[in-house]
């Protein structure tokens, strides 16, 4: 039975392949998880319409996450850590304190401890590369 993928399966093809399966397979395993759906003119008009709005919704998460300046990660202790090694400055992640991740775009304050109580507070900017 031939089957377009709707998902990357592992030993039977990548997310929109058409394939030759067996009928039991795809009829009790593919079909009702919607891992796939039966080949076909109507299937394959069918499956270009899911990843056309698939996309636009990508599309429009994407520039909802831009207008907010909202990260698509998060800047972490590590990363501070890395930015102040390319600087020339030494210092563990341990010793940054964040009380959160950061996650939007702006300057923060951030302290860095130090041996014997001696902290210091630092300006860090995260900008749209």
Known sequence: MNVILLEDLKGVGTK?????????????YLLPRKLAIPAGNRAANLFQELE????VQDDKRIAQAR?????FGSVTNADVADALARAGHAVD???????D????????????SF??????TIKV????A
């Open 93 to 99: 992640k341990h010793q940054i304190e964040l009380a």
């Open 125 to 128: 900017w995260v900008v749209r």
């Open 101 to 112: 991740h950061l996650k939007q775009l702006g300057r923060y304050d951030v302290t860095v």
């Open 16 to 28: 929109g392949a058409l394939v030759h399966v067996k009928p039991g397979y795809a009829r009790n």
């Open 67 to 71: 207008a907010e300046d909202t990260l």
């Open 52 to 55: 056309r709005q698939r996309q």
């Open 115 to 120: 041996a014997a109580g001696v902290t210091a």
